[in-house]
């Protein structure tokens, strides 16, 4: 079994990371914002906190913004994050990215952890005390193997470096490929 350290600071490192954070948020949009909003409306990046939502009308933006401090806090309490600020713009809201991450949302919820994924969660967890962190940690974590499990099924690969899954042929993942180039001084593709 991996020291439980490592696994933690590997969850941390995703959780700070805006792609895993976007991805989070897409595949939970309809349980945010509901079946009626999700269709009109799209997670289109995560940058500082800052969340920048599509939404497809002038009506349906200043919807979304009326009701801003009700969204964030459906944010927090569905994808455990804190925005720093919720930012909406007009734009083209492309179906087939919802109903993909619909189909995403189910076969997620329909996944099941492994007794070893569970005894991974309870030992994380033990040492809080506060009862409140701890069922939010559990969560995180619960959120993150499922999320982890998911991608393994869909051809998704272990990045060497920060442990964080991904796809395609490169030998690092995206994260750690920004991170490689501002090492490298010379024109390197990893
Ligand atoms: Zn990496």
Redesign the pocket.
Known sequence: MEPVRDILEQIIGQLASPEWLKNVLKVKWRQIVGDQLAKRTQVQQVKNGVITVVASSPAIASELQYRKDELRQRIRETAHFEPSDIRIRIGVVKSEESVRAQRIEQELSRLVLSPREHALIEQTIAPIQDPQLREKVAKVFEQFLRLNQWKRKHGFKE??????L?RGPRL??????IELRKYAHIETDF
Do not use: E, N
Not at 159 to 164: E, I, M, T
Not at 172 to 177: D, F
């Open positions: 990045c060497p470096r920060c442990k964080a991904y690092y993942c995206p994260i750690c490929r």
